[in-house]
């Protein structure tokens, strides 16, 4: 079966520290995407890799980088939480459409 | 600019309650539209999709939409939703951008049913 799975469910951390959500597909995925969730403005795309050491910015990728030493790992970086980086995080893989995405069952970030 | 616009953020029905969902779209490129569903407490999955053709596109568990160029509209339509519909709907756009194809959501439609 089909797996995403992201490290934490919940996380608590303080503003200004470093912050590192790690995704792992095991579907030998080349195309994996970091999203952000959040309540009235649904999905939005953070940073993508379609292959491994290569990465591209999404729609808000300000105050967040990305590593993607492995195929199948996928990491998210929080350089410096922000308060405003309260969210979900959610991690997708695919392999040549775009659409048919799967994603990982998400983290729920809160920075205080 | 690419978007997409979602009415309702949410939806309160009763059971065998007919369901619409409006969902409008901004892109000037090739059309390719998506719903995606979110049950409570499970991943976000797609639902449907439309590519060309057909603009009434049926999905899984008896869901269909229907695209509708001339508005830029793709609405999520159910003819009786039942409590285990009860999910986050959201809309999406493939847009074609810096050389990679990506996805657009729209905000999302919590929808709830009631017995």
């Known amino acids: 079966d089909v797996k995403v799975t992201q490290s934490s469910r919940y996380l608590v951390k303080r503003t200004g520290e470093k912050v590192f959500l790690e995704c792992v597909q095991d579907?030998?995925?080349?195309?994996m995407f970091w999203y952000r969730q959040d309540p009235g403005l649904g999905l939005r795309l953070i940073y993508f890799?379609?292959?491994?050491?290569?990465?591209e910015k999404g729609d808000i990728p300000e105050g967040y980088s990305v590593s993607r030493e492995k195929k199948e790992r996928f990491s998210l970086i929080l350089e410096s939480a922000s308060t405003n980086q309260t969210s979900m995080y959610l991690c997708?893989?695919?392999?040549?459409?775009?659409?048919?995405?799967?994603f990982g069952p998400g983290t729920r970030l809160t920075v205080t | 600019a690419q978007s997409v616009s979602q009415h309702n953020h949410h939806v309160i029905l009763s059971e065998a309650a007919s369901l619409e969902l409006g969902c409008n779209y901004s892109?000037?490129?090739?059309?390719?539209l998506f719903w995606y569903v979110q049950y409570p407490g499970q991943h976000l999955q797609l639902l449907l999709k439309y590519f060309s053709g057909d603009p009434l596109v049926k999905g899984i568990k008896g869901f269909e939409a229907e695209f509708i160029k001339s508005k830029f509209s793709f609405n999520l339509r159910k003819p009786s939703v039942q409590w285990s519909d009860t999910a986050e709907y959201f809309c999406?756009?493939?847009?074609?951008?810096?050389?990679?194809?990506?996805?657009?959501f729209g905000a999302g439609t919590r929808l709830a049913v009631h017995p």
């Open positions: 579907m030998d995925h080349e195309n």
């Open positions: 999406a756009v493939r847009v074609f951008s810096g050389g990679y194809n990506k996805l657009i």
């Open positions: 997708a893989s695919t392999t040549g459409r775009v659409y048919e995405q799967y």
């Open positions: 892109y000037g490129g090739t059309v390719n």
């Open positions: 890799s379609y292959d491994v050491k290569m990465k």
